[in-house]
């Protein structure tokens, strides 16, 4: 959805009688179709002193993955940027400093927004994804992981609702008040009351619900209980690795068999291996905020260099790719889609910044799916759910 003449090109290589004997070329394909991220962690980075998200970065230099020049560079047209809080003590104090922690970060994305109207847009509805993207600004719909902040009060979700949210997860690492994590300690069995009543309310107001770090049990009660079709906004098949991340291929039939989307991350798709000098940094680096603007520059450059000498895992990027097609062939294209978990971890061996995607349509073409199936992939899916959800909420 980048411009009508990428359109144009793309259709004339498809639908001409002698043009469509000739192989097609996936940067056209990549350039004419809309393409969404559905996890976006890069609003971290605004708390980096003098990080913008306008300039030019690169990995190499400061491990950040995402910015609007390098969105450009790959084609990406915008996704779910997240508002990711730590999990803390779940007590009214915990609460009150996540609830702030929360409303910063919502307000430091509202305000890059603002800044270069130019450039991005909030998005709010499934429809307002393609209009963006067409007038050639970047997609901003608002994403929260991590329910924690919302504390005892289900309000607070109508609250971030009205300020522009549009996906939720009740949990990450570490069970809370709604919901069992993934590596939590199972308090509520899955669901707490508080949590069911949280996936009511998700669906009055017509938010997609994200069961991404849900324990299983949360996962199986979240599928039941939500009158909408859910997504996991970036998690794996456990056939790749077995891993607590992963969902086994019962559960993603599940999650398909009710209308829902697996948009596949990057981690957690082979062992973790050692990295003792990016160990030996992490002290260093909780203090980065801190230092002058010399000292913490040289200091991001030796940690960059530390990530790429010590990757967090062997995944390369065919891995990844063979993690998307295990999906693809167990509930088909309609249900997968890309959340590669950017700026939060994620990026593998060969794709470890957001100017390199076009590599993942040119070889979803090369296992010979149509540009339908790959826009599908890349936006259709996930804001096929959006809109779903959309019309359960009445709204």
Known sequence: MKSIRWLLLASACIAGPVLAQEKVDPAQIHQSILTLDTHLDSPANFDQPGWRITDRHDVLADTTQVDLPRMIEGGLDGGFWVI???????????????????????HQIHDFVAANPQSFAIAIRASDAARIAAAGQRVVYLSMENSYPLG???????????????????VHNGTNQLADSTNGEPLHGGLSDLGKAWVREANRLGIIIDASHAADSTFDQLLELSKAPIILSHSGPKALHDHPRNLDDARIKALAAKGGVIQVNS?????????????????????????????????MKQWAEANA???????????????????????????VGIGADWDGGGGVIGLNQINEIPKITEALLERGLSREDVEKIWSGNVLRVMAEVERVAGK
Not at 84 to 106: E, I
Not at 157 to 163: E, G, H, P, S, V
Not at 329 to 335: E, I
């Open 84 to 106: 990711y809080t730590d999990q803390g003590p779940n007590d009214a104090r915990g609460y009150q400093v996540a609830l702030a922690h929360a409303l910063k970060r919502l």
């Open 152 to 170: 005892n009060d289900i309000a607070n979700l109508d609250a971030f609702y009205q300020l522009g949210l549009r996906m939720a997860g009740p």
């Open 267 to 299: 981690l957690f798709l082979s062992p973790d291996k050692p990295r003792p000098t990016v160990d030996a940094l992490r002290p260093r680096m909780e203090q980065a905020a801190d230092l002058p603007p010399a000292e913490r520059a040289a200091l």
């Open 309 to 335: 000498a010590e990757p967090r895992s062997d995944t390369d990027f065919d891995r990844y790719m063979q993690a998307i097609f295990h999906c693809i062939d167990l509930v088909g294209v309609d249900h």
